[in-house]
């Protein structure tokens, strides 16, 4: 389940279908956009709640988001968080749970802040993403049950107009959004940066309401070469909008390396 997760909130991230971009290169550093505010208004303070299955049938998990809370200890950041977990046939073979928030500036929209908490039966995993105008400052602590030992990891992607997993989902809705717009962005979700690019397919009618419908292709990007690598654990994913002033994401359809997982939208409200 946690491979699963992750895999998915890469997709969150880039909100669409996932594909690798055929690209050998480090060509993609001027191709990624500046980072701009959008024309389309901020989500308001909002509560999602979504549900995975196998195929729409066997559940898989759970995950909830809270977008853009205001907390009196950060006057100055807008705090998203995103926590959820393995339940079901899946929690008996593979427990996992997880906790994400990210702190972006009220001023600018850019992240500042991003750090995670994961557990499985395995392992519990602490990530720290410092967002800076020079880049991205990775650190994370990986302790094993079995050994009692910590592995530790940090490095640097030197490159600005970098997104966290939750703030990049953020910027990509207050985009335009045209048919046949592309946004093609630098994304540092965990410990990997990525390089996507997203492309707006058109509007169609999902499960009775008005969306948006999107696609991806994305990469790895080596740290010590900055060219592109595969990213082979999602196959092919569609994710579904909403088409109005919110623009929450209603459903996501993934063929992964087990088969078809999808994240679909039981509940919304305001903060």
Known sequence: MKKITLTIMASVATMTALQSVAVADTSWKGKV?????GTHPKLAPTKLHYNFSWNGAVQAGQITFE?????????????????????????????YNFSFTSFTRTSSSKPALFMADEKDKREKVTTKNRFTSKGVTHSSDTFKFSNKKTEKKRHTFAFANSHDPLSAVQYIRRQPLKTGDKLKLALHPMASPMYSE??????????????IKLDVKLNKIDLSTMKLKPYSKLKKA??????????????????????????TLQSQKKL
Not at 79 to 95: E, N
Not at 198 to 211: D, Q
Request: aromatic share 12%; net charge positive; charged share 30%.
């Open 33 to 37: 956009q500046t980072f701009n505010k």
């Open 67 to 95: 977008f853009n809370k205001k907390d009196k200890r950060y006057p100055k950041y807008d705090v998203t968080q995103a926590f959820g977990r393995s339940t079901g046939l899946a929690y008996a073979t593979f427990p």
């Open 198 to 211: 997203i492309t707006v397919l058109g509007r169609e009618k999902h499960m009775g309401r008005a969306c």
């Open 238 to 263: 569609t994710l579904w909008i909403s088409d109005d002033a919110d623009r929450i994401m209603v459903e996501l359809r993934s063929k992964v390396f087990i088969g078809d997982i999808r994240m």
